[in-house]
């Protein structure tokens, strides 16, 4: 079995790539910038808008991990082209949580059915935020965090989670049979405030670290000093209006259920990252 993985290159992806190989899992690693070639992974050149690159990525690949595009309103339809012309089985979705809960019409939650009508044996992941947000994304917090020790965000609670649980889960599912048709959302094992995020890593790391409880209008102009499209930003202030909502206060047992292990915690993650000893944050 060839696995073929999307976003290879990214914090999600390239955990997914590590974990499948760990496994012994042969995969094609796409992205828009590939590698050399390592081992069971061969990389291959893949741009969601450039279709002529479609077929060549795929290979002989009879799954699929995608994770497709958060904040294109045409995503929905591109993703669906795209498995149509794909001759692989089964497709793996990483969404995110609380997706299956919003109207048909936004972007993620069409991406999820048009891979649930796609044809395809069909599994979703739905991760909470990533605690590899705080150190690895510049514009979400990590730019701010490093440069002024102010960590962005709002009120809410989420059930943050470590990307290497989220391939543990994607590699159970990827590899094991039993899967087809169902959901699962990956949660860290609690629900957290950004302000007791801002603590444990002012504790781990001994630098002053405080919550910045922005508001709307706050946020839109932190996040605009990014040069990023003004969509990634409207999908940007949207989650926080969702964390305020308390879309990603739940917390479950699914990673436990799936891979047998307990996950990771911010107080882990914090003393690999954050700890004086540790690599500084990126």
């Known amino acids: 079995m060839t696995v073929w993985v999307e976003g290879a290159t990214g914090k999600a992806g390239r955990r997914v790539v590590a974990a499948l190989t760990a496994a012994g899992v042969p995969v094609r690693a796409a992205s ?4 050399a070639a390592r081992g069971p992974v061969t990389p291959v050149r893949f741009d969601w808008y450039d ?16 994770k497709g595009l958060d904040s294109d309103d045409g995503a929905a339809a591109l993703v669906a082209r795209f498995l149509a012309a794909s001759q692989a089985g089964r497709v793996v979705l990483m969404s995110a949580a609380g997706v299956d809960r919003t109207p048909d019409h936004a972007p993620r939650r069409a991406v999820e059915l048009a891979v649930q009508r796609s044809g395809k044996r069909w599994t979703v992941l739905r991760p909470n ?3 590899q947000n705080f150190d690895e994304d510049e514009w979400v917090f990590a730019k701010a965090l490093r440069e002024t020790g102010e960590l962005y965000a ?3 609670r989420a059930g943050f989670t470590d990307t290497r ?3 543990d889960a994607a590699a159970a599912v990827l590899t094991s049979p039993g899967h087809d048709g169902r959901g699962y959302t990956i949660t860290g094992p609690a629900a957290l405030t950004f302000g007791e995020v801002a603590r444990v890593l002012a504790e781990t790391s001994g630098r002053p670290i405080r919550l910045r409880d922005v508001t709307p209008a706050e946020h839109r102009e932190h996040f605009a000093k990014s040069g ?10 949207h989650l926080f209006e969702l964390v305020r909502a308390g879309a990603f206060a739940a917390v479950t047992d699914d990673f436990r259920r799936l891979t047998g292990n307990e996950p990771r915690t911010l107080a882990a993650y914090a003393e690999e990252k954050w700890a004086p000893a540790a690599v500084s944050p990126r």
Do not use: K, N
């Open 228 to 237: 990023r499209p003004e969509a990634w930003v409207d999908h940007m202030l």
């Open 51 to 66: 279709e002529t690159t479609w077929a060549p990525a795929l290979g002989d690949a009879g799954t699929l991990f995608v």
């Open 154 to 156: 709002g009120s809410g």
């Open 129 to 131: 935020w990533f605690l």
């Open 165 to 167: 649980d989220l391939a």
């Open 32 to 35: 828009r910038h590939p590698g």
